[in-house]
């Protein structure tokens, strides 16, 4: 799967864009882990560095950072890559968390 397409990078703002907007930021693009309970919602997307912002939901929710090669890289439990929630709709962090 691919996990950041070419409508992804036109929909995410840059890094900083949505600074002052806290939970009121908008995630653009959902990726999940099939076989845990890890997901992750891209905010904000550096193309340079590959780096995303947003929320992370793993042992806990909080804002951070990640990278593509990250998403990329990572397996669940049962060895299944990330993948992209082709059926996500852009909405804030307050709805979500």
Not at 30 to 42: E, G, L, V
Request: proline share 5%.
């Amino acid at each position: 799967m691919i996990l950041l397409t070419k409508e992804n990078l036109k929909k995410l703002p840059k890094l900083g864009a949505q600074d002052k907007k806290g939970m009121n930021a908008i995630a653009y693009v959902k990726y999940f882990t099939p076989d845990s309970n890890w997901t992750w919602y891209a905010t904000e997307y550096d193309p340079e560095t590959k780096t995303f912002f947003g929320l992370v939901d793993g042992f806990e929710k909080e804002l951070g950072y990640f990278t593509l090669n990250d998403l990329q890289s990572i397996r669940g439990n049962l060895g299944l890559p990330v993948e992209r929630d082709i059926y996500f709709s852009p909405k804030k962090l307050s709805e979500i968390k």
